[in-house]
């Protein structure tokens, strides 16, 4: 696949199921590709970027994220 913009990334990534692309769903990959993206925003972002969580998260995506800093501790 090829990534133009943005939003093809942000289609592929909300679509994405595997590495193969069918069958059942790969939650550690997944977790994988979160983690990857914690040391990109490690490693570049600085701490007002971090202001606009409520912005970006919808409540329920929000309610993931909870659960997975939940299971983390």
Known sequence: MKIHSYEDLETYLQNWI???GEGNYDF???LHL???LLRNMK???I???FDELNEI???DERDVLK???RKLS
């Open 18 to 20: 595997n590495f193969h």
């Open 28 to 30: 550690n990959g997944a």
């Open 67 to 69: 659960l997975m800093c």
């Open 34 to 36: 979160t983690r990857a």
């Open 57 to 59: 998260f919808q409540p």
């Open 47 to 49: 701490d007002s970027d």
């Open 43 to 45: 490693k570049h972002a």
